[in-house]
């Protein structure tokens, strides 16, 4: 029978996750020191709070097992993210810088999940030690709370294997060091590599030094949260766009492929189905984009670049679910809208920091579905499907399968939600996309100039409570809502 | 190694088929005899040259041999419905009641595949036969050309078995009778009865015959085409409203279960969790949207009634995807939007004469998606996904899975495709929806009062495409566009 859910652990591995969020508010507090615009008391009161809560629960679980399942696995992640949102939100709180808990709780759960969607209108006029903490939120989320505590969890002597499972992206197989910490170090320095090199690049293209950190924080972490309400569209500056989109398209490739890359194992990167399916649908819908416009638009050849620039930036920033802005799109024709919506369903690799369905289940959706037209031509053929060279087992495709009608049924069902609470029909299904794949901007009045401050408060709690289950890939949250998941 | 494609038979059965469709057009001469409109000799003309090409047809494959496979059974029934659209337009085109072709394809195809679907502005303007051959495409339509011939087929000296593997709607099991023509002969039976007491109902409900004919091989046919242009809400009756309800839902259940129903097997029907499932997202839909329209316009007691019925007929009418209207719903809130966008999604029962994904289909991907969370929480157990009291075997859920992810690529592919042809992005939704799942109206400019008759040309070849593709469920005509089809 059934083991009993192991409380204790539970809280002390929460206790420690809080422990590590109080620590990030010293950043904050760093930074309102070179500031000064007085915020520091704000980090302090949440740095204590968060550090007094972890506490008390590291105490409370300090007598635990270290037996821990796959459901004490959702159970700590889904908190986890929920605990850093309500922890994470209060400097907005109590600093004024956003009023009310709705916005704030929407704000915070947007930045731990990598989503980016915001209901700032005045970004600008925000202390520094603020803005710098919303994008820290991008980069605890990007890395995965998790992954994070992989390294810390073996020093409480027990494996976050099971932990990791419910967390890691994607049906990804390939592991890139067989003992979880090693691995979890090694994500977290090349995380760290890509973030500096961004910000080193970025500071060169000429941002200031904290507008680099947080568009390198947003960019790796494919959030989206900008210190500028305009976003990347702000510098009006070709280099630094190029730079972002390449550093966009970098956060959404599998993290381990950075891994064979360093071990000089090219064969694995150029054997990798999902990254070449990556990068032709980039190449492919940028293509298309860019030949509509100056089919429509009849663009000069000095204005080619910028169509060619503003084109890669929407596809870049839509694929990868970071959300950056140059251009208004929502004024582009309709066809544009439905290529984005269709991007912002696929999302980027397994094993990356992007949202989406992922390139591998949607690549694994069309090889199945065209081996049921084999299968229906020669009933008794053999027609596998084959990934990156292998032959797939069939409970791989229909889990594969499983995810991806969960997916449709969650999306038909937020759209339903979404109208029910009065939002309209290009906000209800652009809104329930951009959240459920972690985009950030969507269509119509919550489009890429817009915010999310005029949607129904219950639409802003509606749209966070997407954004976890998008980011932690449906199961893992929804598990939890099921009978099974508590019948003894 | 395969067999040569038996090019011979195709072209028998096919002639044959075209010879019972020029015997339709007998009828609608015999209507034009009634009212003296002058249209006969169009139809004489339309029906000598399908008579014609039907026998050149038979005599090419007068010495074919009788082996049919997967693929011939595609082949066949894809072609018919475009041979019988391509033929069936021309009382349309010769009379000048549709004067472009591109129209008139539509007009026909919609008609055959059951859609209803219209580009006419002027339907009181034309003659009784015209109107009385477009509401006859349905009847056709909605029987299934190959169900007709499964009675005929057998004359000819083979089973038609594997041709009526490609036409059955839906992945039921329940065989009526062992023998395939007994089968189709029983159907036809309960076919014309259903056709009959409907058409014998609405006369007495004060429809004249000809409108009460018309209309109910629109509803038994799940077609939708009516003799007026404001459809049932012209004759702005409850009783006739009432009728046309319960005989739309009639249409949407299983034919199998009024066979059983006439033999007595009460439980065969009282166990099926397809019938059950119908009924409850009927009464539940109709329940939400009087509850919503209750607490939204506060209608008096007087009212309740007017208000419930125009939500039951809307709800019987997408999701049987009959298409007929007797109110505006694009009119009502964007939340109705989505329940009938769902509802079109949905569609009715396997085996009935209604299009969409069929219910039985959407019940399994929930099913199998629940079962995926025991499997999450229970990796070692056994989940089987139950039916009907059955446990079904996985390679049919796979293959159910792989039916709903096809008709999900194939509508997001619509989508994109109708935008790209330059319609908008509330009907480019709607109108692949509406098409692909054969219900007929869509919203916006394609909304229940309005016509196709404005999209752009391409739209309509396109969207005629899309109901034959829905007409077919998918595999049937798109296996033929596979290289693998063709490949010897």
């Given at each position: 029978m059934k083991r009993e859910f192991n409380w204790k652990l539970i809280s002390k591995i929460l206790g420690s996750l809080l422990i590590i969020e109080s620590l990030f508010f010293l950043a904050a507090i760093l930074v309102d020191l070179i500031y000064?615009?007085?915020?520091a008391v704000y980090f302090l009161i949440s740095m204590a709070f968060t550090l007094f809560s972890g506490i008390i629960l590291l105490l409370i679980g300090?007598?635990?097992?270290?037996v821990v399942g796959k459901r004490e696995g959702s159970f700590i992640v889904t908190s986890a993210w929920i605990l850093f949102s309500v922890f994470g939100m209060m400097p907005f709180l109590l600093s004024g810088a956003i009023p009310k808990v709705e916005d704030a709780f929407f704000e915070t759960m947007s930045g731990f999940t990598t989503t980016g969607a915001s209901i700032l209108n005045n970004i600008e006029e925000l202390p520094h030690a603020i803005l710098f903490w919303r994008s820290t939120t991008h980069w605890i989320g990007g890395l995965g709370i998790i992954v994070i505590s992989m390294a810390l969890?073996?020093?409480?002597?027990?494996?976050g294997m099971q932990v990791f499972s419910a967390e890691a992206?994607?049906?990804?197989?390939?592991?890139?060091?067989?003992k979880i910490s090693e691995t979890a170090k090694r994500l977290l320095a090349i995380y760290i590599s890509l973030t500096l090199a961004e910000t080193v690049l970025l500071k060169l293209a000429g941002m200031s030094l904290f507008d680099a950190v947080c568009h390198s924080f947003g960019t790796i972490a494919t959030g989206?949260?900008?210190?500028?309400?305009?976003?990347?569209?702000?510098?009006?500056s070709p280099l630094i766009e190029y730079i972002v989109i390449f550093f966009m398209l970098f956060s959404g490739v599998n993290f381990s492929l950075y891994y064979f890359f360093l071990k000089g194992k090219f064969d694995k990167i150029s054997k990798n189905e999902e990254f070449k399916t990556y990068l032709l649908i980039i190449i492919s819908f940028t293509l298309i984009i860019v030949l509509l416009r100056i089919i429509t638009d009849k663009p000069g050849i000095s204005e080619l670049e910028p169509v060619f620039r503003e084109s890669l930036f929407v596809v870049s920033s839509i694929i990868t679910t970071?959300?950056?802005?140059?251009?208004?799109?929502?004024?582009?024709?309709?066809y544009t809208w439905i290529m984005i919506i269709i991007l912002m369903l696929i999302g980027?690799?397994?094993?990356?920091t992007a949202g989406g369905m992922k390139v591998m289940r949607v690549l694994l959706a069309f090889k199945y579905s065209y081996s049921s037209f084999k299968r229906m031509i020669h009933p008794n053929a053999v027609c596998p499907v084959r990934y990156s060279g292998h032959v797939l087992e069939e409970n791989v495709v229909t889990r594969v399968l499983s995810f991806i009608i969960l997916y449709i049924i969650i999306f038909v069902t937020g759209v339903l939600v979404l109208s029910l609470s009065g939002m309209g029909f290009l906000e209800s299904v652009s809104g329930q996309v951009t959240c459920l794949s972690n985009v950030g901007p969507g269509l119509g009045?919550?489009?890429?100039?817009?915010?999310?401050?005029?949607?129904?408060v219950f639409s802003k709690y509606f749209l966070s409570f997407m954004m976890l289950v998008g980011r932690l890939e449906l199961f893992t949250v929804l598990v939890i809502l099921t009978p099974v998941f508590w019948k003894k």
């Open positions: 000064q615009e007085n915020t300090h007598k635990s097992t270290p969890l073996p020093v409480f002597g027990f494996s992206t994607g049906p990804t197989k390939d592991k890139i060091h067989p989206g949260f900008s210190t500028k309400q305009a976003s990347i569209g702000y510098y009006n970071t959300g950056y802005v140059t251009v208004d799109f929502s004024l582009w024709p309709v980027s690799s397994a094993g990356s009045t919550i489009g890429p100039t817009c915010t999310y401050s005029q949607i129904p």
